[in-house]
Structure formats: structure tokens, C-alpha cells
């Protein structure tokens, strides 16, 4: 059959089940993006490519698929340059597409050349594979191996741009493979790996499962569920890993910050790592909480990249594969010999119910602007019923690591990274992904927010059901405390971290298409929360934050938590 070029990409990204388009239109991919829209695709198109990107990611850690990126060339494939690092780091599979000058003219040796840089070199150490195809010919071969390097191994983003002239030239081509013939889809652990694994679960006396973020992005949770009720133990979060499996919720627990989460972990004589690097904010799986049994524990390690086995820490058996085909894997291997409940598993479920009320009663309330304690924990109360939960921010998002009143089953936010502003266009991609049919709870701190803000025009436009509750104290709270650790408080003029305390947003959310509300009083934050959600349109609440509790106080006592957090900055240790 003759296509275009532009029509042969819409294909090819619709045999992986992709069918949402993220981007700006311009001259270069106007004709796809008309022709997406005819084939009944999403298009998005937002404000501003970093924010682009951001959305892509958003949908892809809610589909457990890749995303598309569409950017034009020069500034707009810069503006999306930000993006493409951040899912390396997070390890998102986003395709990004940028455009081009037509490939013949770039070798000449020419200056003042309009909107011109040579992109593809910029970026190879951005993503996992970086491509110019320069004849129509190469589409079906890239595009396929980009889909393929995107989503083997550790999962992370590809870019490829395509000149101008060669996206709008014709091909005779056939239908699409599917994924299944050009590459290998969710490859399986080897058996004998698999047999031992399942012998040493059974000898264990007190394992754990230790539970990153691939389990919510791969979409692997109903596969993980019914491992762990025949393994019958506890389950650990790891920081990037918060979202609950639907069933587990009482005896999940987030490592390093809850004492039920670190002593189940002191007590372990067995791990069974699924979904995580094994990197710093777990120090490594060997010291810290791990200390205590380091020498004898046994670790399992369920992992696509079989370059990752061993990297950070010894593993006994390494289980490489998709840990959607591995873990159900391990689960058959384990049928009929269901473990007893793990010893201390019943007394670590009530110590963290008891954790839970205690915190929400313990959060200081203030006369004057709500402590930032306190504003997590009237949040989080209100968060709906099967809701997602986006976060974004500093020293917000580590008081929500401690004060988190709620259990959500999807929860994005951008940890390994740190890179602040992701928030909207994370909560708007994942909204996109689910259909606007969830409640979506953006919580954030105001110098985030600022980031993207504009994009509170996509949520209005496509009415998504976004309620974003902003802790406002008009500063970089952490780079506040920053200051006072480092010059003494009082004692420095904290240049670059205070702003203006006459901006509202509630009023600019209105601007926008939004609607907006304004929260003093802690009891009053989540009524506001349960009747911004009732009336199902795109809502932001401006919160005002006490800006001493926010940066940590007096030496910092105020931020929960805050040594542990550290600890993930540890270089050298161990």
C-alpha cells in the first residue's frame, strides 16, 4: 500500500497500541498531525515542548507503553531537551520526534542558517538511541528499532528527527508487524534461576519484597499481588515506588521513612527486589537498615537489563526479564507451598495503622499560616476514591513522604531526576492516559507549580478532573534552609530564594480556564478538596504555608525525616 512518510510513523506507533500524540504543531509535522486526528488519535498540544515531554512521560508511566513526543526543530527540539534526560534518568521509554532542514543542505558550510543546529549529536547522551533518517525508505527500520532499544534492557527515551522533505514522501509499504516479530516482548527468567529463587522463598524465615516504581509503570501489580499473598510478608517501598498494589495496602510500608518499613528490613533474611536500581535512596541494599544480617541475607533481583545484575550489590539468583512474565514465573513455581505469615507481619500492620492516626493527630496546627505537616495531612485526607496522586516540589514532597494520610495506586512524581515543575504536565499526561475518568490530586509547592503553569490552560481546555492544592510561602523552601544551615540564621541576605508575596493562585487559575479557590484555615482545606472534585472541573486551591516550618525551622527539626533523607547524598558511602 502507498502512504506517507508521516502516516507509516502513525502506524508503526500503532502496532505498539500507541494512539496519543504529544506536541506543538508546526510546519514540518502539520500534515501528521491532521492525519493522527483522522485515524482517531489524541493530539495534545501544550504550551511549551519541555512541558510536552513531561505529559509524554506522564502517559507512559500510566499506559506501561511508550509515548510520543513530536517537537519542531531547532528551539523546539531544545526546549524538549530537559525532558529527554529526565526519562533517561527515570527510566520512561518516550519517543521523541523532532524536525529537520532538509538533510542534503546540512553539510554544506554555511552560517546564519535559519533555525538550524545539528540535533542528533546534542542528544546521544540524552537518550538510549539517537537517529536522523535521512530517506524515506530507513522509516520502518528506525522507527522499529527505536521501539525497540526504547523498551529492552532499562526502559528510557529514544529521539529521531526527520528533514522536512522526507517526512511527506510517499512509501509503498505493508501492513505494520506486530511488536512480537521485529522484537522480543516480555522475555521470561530461566528456569533453573526460577526453581532456585522459589527454594530459598521457602526456607526464608522473614522475607521481604522490596518494591520499586517499574511495578506501577509496567502496570505489574496484579502480577506482584498474588506473588506476595502466597510469599505472605511484607511489602517495601522504595522512595520512587509509592504507589499501593491494590490488596497489599496494609502491609506495604515506605522504606526509610516508617520504623515498621526499616525494622522489617533489619529483621529480613531474604529480598526479592522487584522494579528498583538498588540505587542510593535504598542505600544500595547494603548498609544503613540493610547492616544488620548484610552478610547472610539472601537477594533475589527481578531485571530486564541483565547489565544491572550485580552492579550495586551481590545478588544470590538474578531473575532477567520482564518482570510481567518472571513474576508470574515465580509465582506458579510457589503454588501449593503457600508461606506462613512472616512473624512480626500482623504487629507491623497495626504499628502502622497506629503510625497513621498518631501523625495526623501529631501535625502542628498553626494560629498563623498551616503548617506544611498539617496541610499534607488535610490534603491527603480528602485524596478520592481510587484516585491518582501527582506530587511535585521540595520540601513538600518530604513532608508527604512522612504525613501521606492516603494509600493511592498510582503515584507520579519525579524522583531520580529531582527536576521540579514536572507536576502539571505529569498530573495532565496521566489524566489524558486514563480518559479523564479518575480523580487526579496534584499536591505541590508554589516555586514547582510556577514551572508550567500556563498548562493549567490544557487541563481547562480538555476538562480534565485536576484538583491542585499549591503550599504557598513564596520562597525555595529547601534553598531557604540551605542558607540558614550554611551562613547561620540570620546571619545572610539568602539572595535568589524569596519572591514576590502579591501572587495568587487561585486568580491566575482563573485566567486560565480554571477554577480557583483560596484556603486558610486547615479545616476548611478538605471540604474544599472534596467539593472542587464534586463539581469535575479543573480546580486550584492556593494554600498558605508557614515559611519557617517549610525550610525547616530552627535547624531544621521541623522537616521529618530530613536525616534520612541525606543519607541518599552519601557519596562514598559504603
Known amino acids: 500500500m502507498a502512504v506517507k512518510v508521516y502516516e507509516r510513523i502513525l502506524q508503526l506507533f500503532e502496532a505498539e497500541g500507541v494512539k496519543t500524540l504529544f506536541g506543538i504543531p508546526d510546519p514540518n509535522f502539520v500534515h501528521m498531525f491532521v492525519a493522527a486526528e483522522k485515524r482517531g488519535w489524541k493530539v495534545v498540544a501544550p504550551h511549551h515542548e519541555l512541558a510536552v515531554g513531561f505529559m509524554a512521560e506522564g502517559y507512559s508511566r500510566m499506559m506501561g507503553t511508550p509515548a510520543l513526543c513530536i517537537a519542531t526543530l531547532g528551539p523546539g527540539v531544545a526546549n524538549a531537551a530537559g525532558a529527554m534526560m529526565c526519562a533517561r534518568v527515570e527510566n520512561s521509554p518516550v519517543v521523541f520526534i523532532g524536525g529537520q532542514r532538509a538533510r542534503v543542505t546540512e553539510q554544506r558550510v554555511r552560517r546564519g542558517r535559519i533555525q538550524f543546529v545539528k540535533q542528533a549529536p546534542l542528544f546521544e547522551n540524552s537518550v538510549k538511541y539517537s537517529a536522523s533518517i535521512e530517506y524515506a525508505d530507513q522509516t520502518d527500520e528506525i522507527i522499529r528499532h527505536a521501539l525497540r532499544v526504547c523498551q529492552s534492557g532499562t526502559p528510557g527515551p529514544v529521539y529521531i528527527e526527520y528533514p522536512s522533505h522526507v517526512i511527506q514522501a510517499d512509501l509503498d509499504v505493508p501492513e505494520p508487524l506486530p511488536p512480537e516479530a521485529y522484537r522480543l516482548v516480555k522475555p521470561g527468567a530461566d528456569a533453573n534461576m526460577v526453581a532456585k529463587a522459589a527454594e530459598l522463598i521457602k526456607a526464608a524465615r522473614s522475607p521481604i519484597l522490596l518494591v520499586g516504581h517499574a511495578v506501577q509503570t509496567s502496570r505489574g501489580g496484579d502480577q506482584v499481588k498474588a506473588l506476595a499473598e502466597l510469599m ?87 531473575l532477567v526479564g520482564d518482570l510481567r512474565t518472571v513474576v508470574p514465573q515465580l509465582t506458579e513455581a510457589l503454588k501449593g507451598s503457600p508461606r506462613k505469615a512472616s512473624p512480626d507481619l500482623a504487629k507491623w500492620v497495626e504499628a502502622d495503622r497506629k503510625r497513621l492516626a498518631e501523625l495526623a493527630e501529631s501535625a502542628p496546627n498553626l494560629n498563623g499560616p498551616m503548617h506544611t505537616a498539617r496541610w499534607v495531612v488535610e490534603a491527603t485526607k480528602a485524596f478520592p476514591e481510587n484516585g491518582i496522586h501527582v506530587r511535585d516540589g521540595g520540601g513538600t514532597v518530604i513532608f508527604t513522604w512522612t504525613y501521606l494520610q492516603c ?27 486514563d480518559g479523564g475518568k479518575r480523580p487526579v490530586l496534584f499536591t505541590t509547592s508554589d516555586s514547582a507549580f510556577l ?41 545572610s541576605t539568602e ?48 494554600v498558605p504555608i508557614d515559611p519557617v516550618a517549610n525550610h525547616g525551622g530552627n535547624e531544621n527539626k521541623d522537616t521529618p525525616n530530613y536525616d534520612e533523607f541525606r543519607t541518599w547524598y552519601a557519596e562514598g558511602a559504603q
Not at 481547562?460 to 540558614?484: C, H, M, S
Not at 478538605?526 to 463539581?535: N, T, V
Open 232 to 318: 505472605n510478608c511484607p511489602v517495601i517501598q522504595t522512595s520512587g515506588g509509592t504507589a499501593f498494589i491494590k490488596g497489599l495496602e496494609d502491609r506495604t510500608f515506605p522504606y526509610g521513612f516508617s520504623k515498621v518499613a526499616n525494622e522489617a528490613v533489619a529483621k529480613s533474611d531474604l529480598c526479592l527486589a522487584i522494579g528498583t536500581e538498588l540505587g542510593e535512596p535504598v542505600h544500595y541494599g547494603k548498609w544503613r537498615h540493610w547492616a544488620e544480617h548484610n552478610a547472610t541475607r539472601k537477594w533475589l533481583y527481578v531485571e530486564l537489563d541483565p547489565a544491572a545484575i550485580g552492579v550495586n550489590r551481590p545478588i544470590d539468583v538474578p
Open 451 to 491: 514551572f508550567h503553569i500556563a498548562e493549567l490552560e490544557v487541563a481547562a481546555r480538555l476538562n480534565l478532573p485536576i484538583v491542585t492544592v499549591v503550599g504557598v510561602d513564596f520562597q525555595w523552601g529547601l534553598e531557604v534552609g540551605v542558607y540558614k544551615r550554611t551562613f547561620g540564621h540570620g546571619k
Open 407 to 433: 494509600k493511592p495506586h498510582d503515584v507520579i512524581w519525579n524522583q531520580n531526576f529531582g527536576h521540579l515543575g514536572t507536576g502539571l504536565p505529569y498530573a495532565i499526561g496521566a489524566s489524558i492516559a
Open 495 to 542: 539572595p535568589g530564594v524569596h519572591w514576590s508575596k502579591n501572587v495568587r493562585f487561585d486568580r491566575i487559575a482563573e485566567g486560565l480556564g480554571c477554577v480557583g479557590m483560596y484556603v486558610e484555615k486547615a479545616e476548611e482545606l478538605g471540604p474544599a478538596i472534596k467539593a472542587a472534585f464534586a463539581s469535575g472541573k479543573p480546580t486550584v486551591i492556593h
